[in-house]
């Protein structure tokens, strides 16, 4: 199965910024959209921000005004700046990707980076 | 934005059907479509339906989806359950352009 591949977890101090990045070489074409949803430790699924084609972004409200996504569609890579991170930052980050096939778009999962924000 | 509702826990023993529902709160529950997620522990969810009722290849079809407007709730159906089947289920729709999920479920296998 194809892959995506996040990249730039990590542990940073609060207030601090990190950037993820997610690539999906095998998707280079019919790629409708790109997401990122994160998961605190033991807790449920919580959409981040996701990125049509062209340059509609859209951020959920508790990361809105902190964070970015941008894109690069040559890449087919996904990027995250997170900036003023807070303590309730800390979660996996998944990258999903919204392959179009025959009319229909199928989500595909990545396998999550971890971003700690602790002192 | 809309909510959506699952319950929080299931349980149901191996080779019997299980159905979780996802219930709107507000709007039409046909208005968008409605994804379906597996996380097993330990692991990244996975897409079992998509478009209320698609399944991916790969998926067995024993998962099944679908959506009843009478009750405002899309319902993921599994049946004969397997001990790998265990795992949490979590829904997923659009407010727009906005994504919504629903808290999850975890299913036990017993």
């Known amino acids: 199965e194809a892959q995506l591949v996040e990249s730039g977890g990590g542990l940073i101090q609060p207030g601090g910024s990190l950037g993820l990045s997610c690539a999906a070489p095998e998707f280079t074409v019919n790629t409708n959209y790109m997401s990122w949803v994160r998961q605190a430790p033991g807790k449920g699924l919580e959409w981040v921000s996701v990125n049509y084609n062209g340059d509609n972004t859209y951020y959920g409200d508790s990361v809105k005004g902190r964070f970015t996504t941008s894109r690069d569609y040559s890449k087919n890579t996904l990027y995250l700046q997170m900036n003023s991170l807070r303590a309730d930052d800390t979660a996996v980050y998944y990258c999903v990707l919204g392959r179009e096939m025959v009319g229909t778009t199928i989500p595909y999962w990545g396998q999550g980076t971890l971003v700690t924000v602790s002192s | 934005n809309f909510v959506l509702t699952q319950p929080h826990s299931v349980s149901e023993s191996p080779g019997r059907t299980i159905t979780i529902s996802c219930t709107r709160s507000?709007?039409?529950?046909?208005?968008?479509?409605v994804q379906w997620y597996q996380q097993r522990p330990g692991s990244s969810p996975t897409t079992v339906i998509y478009e209320n009722n698609q399944r991916p290849s790969g998926v067995p079809d024993r998962f099944s989806g679908s959506i009843d407007t009478s009750s405002n709730s899309a319902s993921l159906t599994i049946s004969g359950l397997k001990t790998e089947d265990e795992a949490a289920y979590y829904c997923h729709s659009y407010d727009g352009a906005i994504w919504i999920f629903g808290g999850g479920t975890k299913l036990t296998v017993l």
């Open positions: 507000s709007g039409t529950i046909a208005s968008n479509y």
